[in-house]
């Protein structure tokens, strides 16, 4: 009676183990493949390009953690129906405007040049605003 108590702990026990350790192991953390907030500006852009060709495009700002994209601010403070809830929209726009205008229709067709303009749209946005950006993003892209 001893020798079956005895195998039945030798049973038991690995099982018991087992199974505590199996509810008691922290869950897997999901890491987030994009820290912060895509604000997508609500109009698109139709601009002039230097080559006698036009754009239309969208932009969205990856915003920082941490970085608000003012949806939280009272509707009393936008004056225009179609401005974005970004305090610091009308600068960016600018920003993008200026940025864009300069440029030919190969250039924001070709990958590798598209990086750049948006890298440079990054870094002046960085520079001109209190914005906390960490990529430019084109939703939306057609030359004519």
């Known amino acids: 009676m001893l020798k079956n108590?005895?195998?039945?702990?030798?049973?038991a026990l690995p099982i018991l183990l087992f199974a505590g350790y199996t509810m008691t192991k922290p869950k897997p953390v999901v890491k987030m493949k994009i820290k912060g907030t895509i604000y997508v500006m609500p109009q698109s852009f139709l601009i002039n390009l230097s080559d006698g060709r036009y754009a239309k495009l969208s932009v969205a700002l990856q915003l920082a953690p941490?970085?608000?994209d003012g949806a939280s601010a009272t509707a009393s403070a936008s004056s225009s129906e179609s401005a974005g809830?970004?305090?610091e929209e009308p600068l960016v726009r600018e920003i993008v405007t200026n940025t864009v205008t300069n440029q030919s229709g190969e250039a924001l067709i070709e990958?590798?040049?598209r990086e750049k303009l948006k890298h440079r749209i990054l870094a002046a946005i960085t520079k001109e605003t209190d914005v906390k950006v960490?990529?430019?993003?084109f939703p939306e892209l057609t030359v004519q």
């Open 5 to 11: 108590k005895k195998i039945m702990l030798a049973v």
């Open 66 to 68: 941490g970085q608000s």
């Open 85 to 87: 809830t970004l305090p």
């Open 111 to 113: 990958g590798p040049s």
């Open 134 to 137: 960490e990529a430019v993003l």
